[in-house]
Structure formats: C-alpha cells, structure tokens
C-alpha cells in the first residue's frame, strides 16, 4: 500500500519513470499510412510516411506475416527514424526485419542501421536479409538481429536500404540509459521527499484507526487491540 501511494504520488507529480527496456511492436496501432507514432516512450517517424500492416493479406504483391502488426516502408532510402520521445540518451538492443513484398526481386538486399551520439559519432551496421520471404506461407520472414554493444548512448537510431528498396521491420528492443535519467534538483529533492513523508504519514495514520490482531504463542484464540486514538 504505502509503495503503490509512492507510485502514484510520483507520477502525478510529473517526474518521469523510465521503463528500463522498451518493446516496440506496433501492435497497438491499426493498420494504415502514419507519418509518426509514439509507443512506450519513444518515436518512430518516416518521411512522408510508413505502413502499419498486419500480415501477408495486406498488400499486393503479399507483404511478409509474423502473426502481428509490423511497420513496412514505401521507400527504403529515405531512413525511418527512432528517438526517445523524453529526449534521454538509450541502447538499441535488437530488431527483427524482413523484406517487403513476396516474390518481387530484387528485394531489399541489406538494412543499413545508424546510431547518432551526442557528441556527433556515429555507429553502423549492416544486416543483409536472407531473401526468405513466403507471406502466409510456413517460412519465417522475419529474422531476428542483434545490435552490436557499440549502440548505445544513442540520440537516435536510423534504418536505411539503398536503392528505394522496401522493407519491413518489427520488435524493436530498446531501454533509455539509466546513467542519462536527470538527478533531481535541490527543489525536485525537498519535493519528493515531501511527498514520500505524506504517503508515510497517512499510511500510519490509517493503520492506526484499524483494529490490529495479536497473536500469542501457547494461547488458544487471539486478543483484539484496537489502536484508534
Ligand atoms: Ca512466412
Ligand atoms: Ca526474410
């Protein structure tokens, strides 16, 4: 009781709790044409905009299926872009990442993936797709990649295939860096603590106005000792 009235406390009153790692499915959002969209703290954008699709059926010629809905893009060269929406500093830890369209070859032969720093390094990869795309059929059509440890501390995350070849891409697994989540100032300080002594003082105050139970050892039955002032 007394941590969960701590919880709410913080949370209205506006000092942000970070969830340590973050999935971003794009399973919460329909199918559709978006330009940017928001999940679990950060921001994935494309210019003009990227598809949410939800399987095979969803375009022609058959796009990739993993059972769930997944962004694809419409142009591979213009970089879909992902950003802590809170401006924190994060990792990208793994993704998963398929061609487009069934059948239509040339595909997307290679996803270029930047990560931009603050202090203006940049780190790269690149994963080449396996050409293993059957839609509804049986294969899986994602593969599922990890990030080198170098991306990290990262302002944003770019993906990029040449040549205006389509992909598409899902789960990303990203956390903001725990070393990058602001210290409170003196005043956000007095503040907080204040709160914590409020949850404190009025999670005493209720259990002393309830009855409270004493069990003895070596006595049958139990005396009650009510505690109200
Ligand atoms: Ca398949
Ligand atoms: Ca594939």
């Given amino acids: 009781m ?3 009235r701590i919880a709410v406390l913080v949370a209205l009153s506006g000092i942000a709790v970070l969830p340590l790692k973050a999935q971003l499915t794009f399973d919460s959002f329909p199918e559709g044409l978006y330009g940017a969209i928001g999940e679990n703290g950060f921001t994935v954008s494309q210019e003009p905009a990227f598809f949410i699709l939800e399987g095979s059926s969803s375009c022609s010629p ?3 299926e993993n059972g769930t809905p997944y962004l694809a893009t419409q142009n591979g060269d213009i970089p879909v872009r992902v950003f802590s929406s809170d401006g924190f500093l994060f990792t990208i830890v793994s993704l998963d990442l398929a061609e487009q369209h069934v059948a239509v070859v040339p595909s997307c032969p290679e996803v270029t993936v930047t990560g931009f720093r603050e202090e203006q390094s940049v780190a790269s990869a690149s994963f080449s797709l396996d050409g293993v795309n059957d839609g509804a059929g049986p294969l899986d059509d994602f593969q599922h990649l990890l990030l080198p440890s170098e991306f990290r501390g990262l302002t944003s995350v770019e993906f990029v295939c040449s040549n205006l070849r389509r992909y598409s891409l899902a789960n990303l697994a990203v956390s903001p860096d725990v070393s990058e989540i ?9 503040g907080l603590a204040l709160l914590i002594l409020s949850a404190g003082l009025l999670t005493l105050r209720q259990a002393k106005r309830r009855p409270l139970t004493l069990r003895s050892s070596g006595q049958s039955g139990c005396a009650l000792l009510s505690l109200s002032s």
């Avoid at 602001?182 to 007095?190: A, D, E, F, I, Q």
């Fill in 182 to 190: 602001p210290t409170l100032s003196p005043g956000g300080l007095v």
């Fill in 2 to 4: 007394f941590l969960r």
């Fill in 62 to 64: 058959p796009c990739p």
